[in-house]
């Protein structure tokens, strides 16, 4: 069950749509990864009634071995609401990077980065809070069409490409792959096929979520 809205306190919806207006035009489009990546992290977020459970999951970028986890527990400060989701999932997030031993050189967010109908959707608003290379990578379309180029299919909304579509996995539904920050659309790409195991989602990912799930369920 979701927080009831009187948690929202003086949390303005227009104010917080206006916030990721101005946070979009920080993003950073280009490549600031090392040009050999070693390390990569996935971050996810569960939720057990008003508490919110954060999971980073560090790998190897080339043998996807895990390297480190960390996970946080804190309560959830606002509901979901369509469209916001990065001010409920930053708080856990930024808790659990700030908890790591090792810097991954990229983070894989579940969720989209600049495929949102503000440019700023959760991976570039965490992005944009640690500083640090991110790249959305959702499980459902939020704006946008497909349009094929080059054997490449993206996601084009108001005549701007904000994403990719990928089929990671033979059979299964593709994911909507999108810059967060730090990082162009080729290189997320290229990041979240490198990334990917036996699943349609990407190693990183996969893990965090069930180390998530893992930790909701000790607290249930």
Known sequence: MNPPLAKLHNFSIAKAHEAQKRLSRKIITEDRLPKKITC???????????LAV????????ESLELLE??????????????????????PPSVSCIR???????VFLV????????????????????????T?????????GT???AAGEIFLVHDGETVGSIVNTKKG??????????????????KVVKQSVCNSRIPEPLRLAHEIATKEKRLLS
């Open 146 to 148: 497909s349009v094929e």
């Open 54 to 61: 954060g999971a980073v999951a560090v790998l190897n970028y």
């Open 69 to 90: 986890s960390q996970t946080v527990v804190c309560e959830v400060k606002i509901p979901y609401i369509p469209t916001l989701l990065s001010f409920r999932e930053i």
């Open 135 to 143: 790249v959305g990578v959702a499980k459902e379309k939020l704006v």
């Open 172 to 189: 299964a539904k593709p994911v909507f792959v999108s810059v967060g920050h730090m990082v162009s659309l080729g290189t997320a790409v």
């Open 110 to 133: 579940d969720g989209h980065g600049m495929a949102h109908p503000y440019r700023c959707g959760f991976a570039s608003h965490l992005g944009l809070a640690v500083g640090k290379p």
């Open 99 to 105: 908890k790591l031993k090792s810097q991954p050189d």
């Open 40 to 50: 990569i992290a996935g971050v996810d977020v569960a939720y057990l009634g008003s």
